[in-house]
């Protein structure tokens, strides 16, 4: 990394201008008669059909930070790093399951978060409460490594000043991209990421296509590649191998088990959800989302490839995070550099302003208006929604600049743990209304405290707390990921709790949905111009 990338920085800058233009003139497209409306801002006017929805959750879920880090683990610990691949591969035929019910029954009664679906269905406040906590908590270190991913890029392209400039000076580009980020999702609410993520998933597919063909052709071949992976992982202390060893098997399986419970219980990922305009739309989605999982198969690919062309070798304090990065800088020419570090900056812009939209709307509708101010109109919602969104990504930019790196990735980590406790209120909601709110509650407690205190014991070389994500099953003996024990925990404490309270017959909370609101089509109702939810009894 020896100065600035010209010619590849000329090319970034001008995909970025392209997006922020974009994101600005988001506002006018498909414009609501009422802006200032919840369902307008935070979910797009509910109207997005199957491209628009697909590239929307794409955009969603396959972020920069995946682009920097799935490879960096393949280049660090061989197959292991390849978990993400089956575990989105587990995710949409379980998703398909259940996430068209809980579309219905929002549309029906007018939900925007996942924690209204849970106050409708168990006429709890506490529970809904914890539900829109924990979702807001694992997204913020998760917007915080969308900035950690354009920080690399940043690094790689030699902006800021180097090591010797001042804080404010080396900080400066990331400043900018977050205060257009800020500016245009305050304007434009969730049409911006929706309409953005057209070019940023469209560059993504460009650069792994051509990276995937090009740099092994420089390479030498696959059969070079996988040579010189196999040599690195062979030798004493590599830190990885080609197959997954005997010992970690347990925990490839549960973590990529865990992951796909997980993953739709980010809050970001049901607004996506949420704002498609018909059952049939998220039902294609789910059917169609697995060629996402294909990029994903060749972008860890990429990995091998770092390891091949030498990237970061004999340096034992290079940091993997920059191995794509720096991969894109020695193979391709400089023009094609700026278009791949585009595709990876804007790759942090979309889920960025999906995540603190997202995190937003949680906050309005379930802490603001629910607590603080039940008679608040949608005009009110919006605007505390829009100022809310503000102080996410400020509060993500501070993290960023205020802590470790690592940290971030240790929160984020802990993030998957924490939301996976959020899976039985809402997935057994939209099936069963069996289980006792109370007995939900303890639940949640009792995964998240078991959780994280586990977390929290486990060291690295790096951080002496929350330093990986398994541990000992108790019982079993293997070392399994700890977000779904801390889940078994969960449904153990949620089941025998609920046979004690429907023994001693607990008043229950009252349930405002009916059979018939989860296999409701868009045509089956009308969408209030109020989101408040309506009692179908």
């Known amino acids: 990394m020896n100065g600035v990338n010209v010619p590849a920085l000329t090319v970034f800058v001008l995909f970025f201008v392209l997006v922020t233009v974009m994101g600005f003139l988001a506002s006018r497209w498909r414009r609501a008669d009422n802006a200032l409306h919840l369902d307008e801002w935070g979910l797009g006017g509910r109207s997005f059909g199957t491209w628009i ?5 794409g955009g969603d879920l396959y972020t920069a930070y995946t682009f920097v880090a799935v490879p960096a683990a ?5 197959a292991a790093g390849f978990f993400a691949v089956p575990y989105t591969i587990i995710a949409y035929p379980l998703v398909f399951l259940f996430l068209p019910r809980l579309w219905s029954v929002s549309r029906v009664h007018g939900y925007v978060t996942p924690a209204d679906f849970v106050r409708g269905r168990y006429g709890s406040r506490p529970l809904s409460l914890m539900i829109a906590l924990t979702g807001i908590l694992a997204t ?18 030699g902006v800021g000043g180097g090591e010797n400039a001042n804080w404010f000076v080396k900080d400066l580009p990331l400043f900018i991209a977050f205060g257009v980020l800020a500016a245009y999702t305050y304007s434009s609410g969730l049409r911006a990421p929706a309409l953005i993520a057209f070019v940023k998933d469209t560059l993504i597919y460009i650069v792994i296509i051509v990276a995937v063909i090009y740099i092994p052709i420089r390479l030498g071949g696959y059969g070079h590649i996988f040579d010189t992976v196999g040599e690195k992982f062979s030798a004493p202390k590599s830190g990885g191998s080609l197959t997954v060893p005997e010992n970690k098997q347990w925990t490839y399986a549960t973590l990529a088990l865990g992951s796909a419970m997980a993953l739709f219980m980010y809050p970001h990922s049901v607004t996506g959800v949420l ?37 970061g070798k004999g340096d034992k304090t290079f940091n993997t995070q920059l191995s794509v990065p720096q991969l894109f800088e020695n193979m391709f020419p400089d023009w094609f550099t700026g278009v791949a570090f585009a595709a990876i900056g804007i790759g942090a812009l979309v889920p960025a302003a999906i995540m603190s939209i997202a995190a ?3 906050f309005t509708r379930n802490v603001y208006k629910e607590f603080l101010k039940p008679a608040a109109t949608p005009a009110d919602e919006t605007r505390v929604a829009k100022l809310v969104s503000l102080l996410v990504k400020v509060g993500a930019l501070v993290f960023v600049l205020g802590m470790d790196k690592q940290a971030a990735i240790n929160l984020q980590l802990l993030g998957g743990l924490w939301i996976l406790q959020t899976f039985l209120s809402i997935v057994g909601g939209l099936f069963t209304r069996w289980f006792h709110h109370w007995a939900l509650l303890a639940g949640w407690a009792a995964g998240m405290v078991y959780g994280t205190w586990q977390a929290y014991g486990i060291a690295s070389p790096k951080t002496r707390h929350f330093g990986g994500n398994a541990a000992e099953i108790p019982g079993i003996g293997e070392f399994g990921y700890i977000g779904l024990t801390a889940f078994a925990l969960n449904l153990l404490v949620a089941v025998v709790l609920t046979v004690v309270l429907r023994a001693l017959k607990a008043p229950d909370g009252p349930d405002e949905t009916r059979p018939g609101d989860y296999n409701a089509e868009s045509g089956d109702v009308e969408l209030k111009n109020a989101p408040e939810p309506v009692a179908a009894h």
């Open 53 to 57: 929805t697909w590239f929307l959750l």
């Open 74 to 78: 393949v280049y660090a610990t061989g």
């Open 140 to 157: 913020m270190p998760y917007i915080a490594l969308q900035l950690v991913g354009i920080q690399a890029v940043l690094d790689v392209l």
């Open 275 to 311: 704002a498609s305009k018909s059952r049939k739309t998220v039902r294609r989605n789910m059917a169609i989302m697995p060629a996402y999982s294909l990029m994903l198969g060749l972008l860890a690919l990429l990995g091998f490839m770092a390891v091949a062309a030498g990237v």
């Open 360 to 362: 937003a709307n949680l």
